[in-house]
């Protein structure tokens, strides 16, 4: 039997005061079997025993590619880009999901590049190099620019260091199309109000973290800390698609155990769909707590969320 479903567009929808988030489905990927992506020097029979633990599949890997927007006064603010045009059987939905919100791309006025991977700034540029968020002014951290236009970037602390060279034109030229609109932070620096930006290096150089706040309401999205909940149980199994494989450990376990002892709402850029949840602790291993929705119809953060698919 066939268990891969076709992802559709969709959103859920967070009132948060006097923000709203919404959280746009992009589509997924897919990429097999899950080594030696993800725990590349792990038996592969323990990798399929710890998959059956979890009830994830032990035949193939596929994630949710999900996406932030947040309403704020007068700004609309949208955390990644998404896959664009790159992979369009699969991904590439995001501004399906975005009309389905209620928004256009005319009608964003900032975009926040978390780091820039293909299923981040993807959707950045149409196929035809034009730019598909016209009013937007885009903002990146300084080590992530650094990392990939100044000098050649090295990918020598990877599990797979050839693995991100192909990366390196489609970075640059996307990078280069909005220059005149781009503007570089510093790991920590406070956005639009209402954005605490946190470095979190190993994925990529200037890969960040970051906890959208309004008043005793946050929520903190880890974005490409980890990929899976096999990666939450097993932190140091590690993944091929970090640029440094130790530090991506390293701060792995360090923003897992920071969640599980603050007990932080989190979301996930690929995590099950909507990847909204909690870090939680069995027998010293950590687990991934999916949030609980009582009713579809519940606009409450503290308690449930709109779900609109």
Request: aromatic residues 10%; charged residues 20%.
């Amino acid at each position: 039997m066939n268990h891969k479903l076709k992802r559709e567009h969709g959103f859920i929808h967070i009132p948060c005061h006097e923000l709203d988030i919404f959280i746009l489905s992009d589509g997924y990927f897919g990429v097999g079997y899950h080594q030696p992506i993800l725990a590349p020097d792990i038996p592969q029979n323990m990798v399929k025993n710890e998959l059956r633990n979890l009830y994830l599949s032990e035949s193939y890997y596929e994630a949710p590619i999900n996406v932030m927007l947040i309403k704020k006064a007068g700004r609309i603010i949208l955390i990644d880009t998404g896959e664009g045009f790159y992979d369009e059987e699969n991904a590439g939905q995001l501004l399906h999901s975005l009309s389905a919100a209620g928004f256009t791309p005319e009608s964003v006025t900032d975009i926040l590049i978390t780091h820039a991977h293909r299923d981040h700034i993807g959707g950045i540029l149409s196929k035809n190099g034009e730019i598909v968020f016209p009013n937007a002014q885009y903002y990146i951290s300084r080590p992530e620019f650094e990392f990939w236009m100044a000098g050649e970037p090295d990918f020598q602390k990877s599990k797979n260091p050839e693995g991100g060279k192909p990366s390196i034109p489609l970075v640059r030229k996307t990078l280069s199309a909005i220059g005149s609109r781009l503007t570089t932070f510093e790991t920590g620096d406070f956005l639009f109000s209402c954005i605490q930006t946190q470095t979190a290096p190993g994925h990529t150089p200037g890969h960040i973290i970051y906890s959208v706040i309004n008043g005793d309401l946050s929520i903190i999205n880890v974005v490409d800390v980890f990929h899976s909940p096999l990666l939450i149980a097993k932190p140091d199994w590690g993944t091929q698609w970090d640029t440094d494989f130790e530090a991506g450990i390293e701060t792995r376990k360090k923003v897992l155990e920071n969640c599980y002892q603050n007990r932080t709402l989190i979301c996930s850029a690929h995590l099950p769909w909507p990847g909204i949840g909690y870090i939680s602790k069995v027998n010293d291993q950590f687990q991934w707590i999916p949030k609980v929705y009582n009713h579809p119809f519940l606009i409450n953060l503290a308690t449930d969320l709109e779900i609109v698919t």
